[in-house]
């Protein structure tokens, strides 16, 4: 077996963590009847029907030290950030690790203009961020990834060789971690945690100030206010918008791949895939160390490390499900969380739309992440929420879908989707897989860009992709689309939703701007 580059907490670990840096259900919390995840945007324009927003994912990288497609991507956002209300981040905000020394180079630099201060983007603290268009993310599994300590120790004192190798072999990493997500906390959250005791009722008093419909958690949310205090309630939340409701999810905590007794041939094979994986990993390192010693006489291959990164992912996807067999946790207060927080939406006549965006996608068609057993347990999960939304809601939906349209990141690529008759609630959903913003892209699955299921036997398809944006073609013809999404809402109910990808396409060392037409959901 090689070195693991990266770690991950376990869920329990992840959950407890993130609930004490925001002081979760705190004694003074409850007692103001703060709900933890409310969110209020306090600008002018929160009540209007015709409205935009923009989107991007899997962005955060600053192994490209020119020409970053995180930055060409920011740069066909900006003509549209005037006019659009906010930016939603499907996760991975920063790679490898999440760490807070890859803040100013993978998140401030390339998004300065969203921030206050960007101008002098190099003085901004990563932990004192403010947004003036806000930026509101989740969290991506690079965002809770930490350093083993060797692999720590010799990222940072190899450092300066690695930024002058950077053409050769960058793992973008420094000296630690994400701290099992401490960085992201600290950067987005409101962290109560490092309020002093003292202090902390009057932070609660300052910030907690929007009174809202009480969901069972509470009648006062805190108050974003862009270009003064923009911070996060929680690792998940809802916002209300033009009458939409927007849900943001944490979908590392119920994306342990489902309890599957496995066969012994059906383990070999498995075994056998991960073997076959650990090999590919080694030739390329050896490629790697070839192309830095120069023994190698083709030019450096700039994707390896990104090659190398998605063998980590399937070979911890196979490492999940192996182990699939002990008891794993299951967020299941999150997802209870989001069934109550859908029906109470549903229920509510102000409300005319209803949009989902977490990191790991229940479809997808990219060729790596599409038969994962995260892929699979997100599905199920969300499919079991949906389900019991269903069955309270009724005939209330009238035959429409109980959401118009889930974002998610994860898979390196843009793929839009729509399920079809799958048998349960999520069926004729809309479904937009935003995470080409930066990082490795990715190809389409060679079996095509129809997703089927097996069902007593009986294989039958449940989605299809309808337009996906990956890398395509190889050496002088390999093309790169790194893309963002403007989401324009229109009035009504149900809301009309037109989606136009924003891309930037690296083609035979050149970077070209295209704007998709766009289409509706």
Request: charged fraction near 25%; include cysteine; hydrophobic fraction near 35%.
């Amino acid at each position: 077996m090689s070195l693991k580059l990266i770690t991950e907490p376990s869920i329990e670990t992840k959950i407890r963590c993130m609930e004490q840096r925001v002081r979760w259900q705190h004694a003074q919390v409850v007692e103001r009847g703060i709900d933890q995840t409310r969110l209020v945007i306090d600008e002018g324009g929160a009540d209007d029907d015709a409205f935009s927003f923009l989107v991007v994912g899997d962005s955060g990288t600053g192994r490209h030290r020119s020409s970053s497609p995180q930055r060409q991507v920011a740069e066909q956002l900006l003509p549209h950030l005037d006019s659009a209300r906010f930016t939603l981040h499907t996760g991975d905000v920063v790679y490898l690790v999440g760490s807070r020394d890859q803040y100013p180079t993978n998140f401030i630099k390339p998004y300065r203009e969203w921030l206050v201060g960007g101008d002098d983007y190099r003085k901004i603290p990563y932990d004192r961020m403010v947004f003036n268009h806000p930026i509101l993310p989740v969290l991506g599994n690079h965002d809770y990834y930490d350093l083993p300590a060797l692999i720590g120790l010799v990222s940072g004192i190899t450092g300066p060789l690695r930024y002058a190798l950077r053409s050769y072999l960058d793992l973008d990493v420094g000296w630690r971690g994400s701290q099992r997500g401490d960085a992201y906390a600290r950067a987005f959250l409101d962290y109560l945690r490092a309020v002093p005791p003292s202090q902390l009722g009057q932070h609660l008093e300052a910030h907690y100030t929007s009174p809202v419909e009480d969901c069972g958690g509470g009648t006062l949310a805190l108050t974003y206010r862009p270009g003064q205090f923009t911070r996060l309630p929680n690792r998940y939340y809802t916002f209300r918008y033009g009458g939409i409701d927007f849900f943001a999810l944490d979908s590392n905590t119920f994306n342990q791949p489902l309890p599957v007794i496995h066969d012994r041939a059906s383990r070999q094979e498995l075994q056998r895939q991960c073997q076959q994986l650990e090999a590919a990993k080694a030739d390329l390192m050896r490629q790697a160390g070839m192309d830095v010693l120069g023994l190698d006489g083709d030019d450096p291959q700039e994707d390896i490390t990104e090659q190398m990164e998605s063998i980590d992912e399937q070979l911890n996807d196979i490492a999940k499900q192996l182990d699939s067999a002990r008891v794993s946790t299951v967020d299941l207060a999150q997802l209870d969380w989001l069934r109550d927080r859908l029906i109470a939406s549903w229920q509510n006549p102000a409300v005319r739309g209803r949009i989902l965006f977490f990191h790991h996608p229940p479809y997808v068609s990219e060729a790596t992440k599409w038969p994962q057993g995260q892929t699979l347990a997100v599905r199920h999960h969300l499919r079991q929420v949906l389900n019991a939304v269903a069955t309270e809601v009724g005939e209330a939906a009238q035959g429409r879908p109980l959401v118009d349209l889930v974002l998610n990141g994860h898979a390196h690529c843009f793929d839009y989707l729509r399920t079809g008759d799958t048998g349960h609630a999520d069926a004729h959903t809309a479904w937009v897989v935003c995470g080409g913003s930066g990082y490795s892209l990715r190809r389409q699955r060679k079996e095509g860009p129809e997703i089927t299921e097996t069902l007593d036997g009986t294989v039958r398809p449940v989605a299809k992709s309808h337009l996906y944006l990956g890398r395509t073609g190889d050496g002088s013809r390999l093309k790169r689309p790194y893309s963002g999404l403007r989401v324009e809402v229109a009035p009504g109910n149900p809301p009309k939703l037109t989606l136009t990808p924003l891309v930037a396409e690296k083609f035979d060392g050149k970077w070209r701007g295209v704007e998709l037409e766009g289409f509706e959901v």
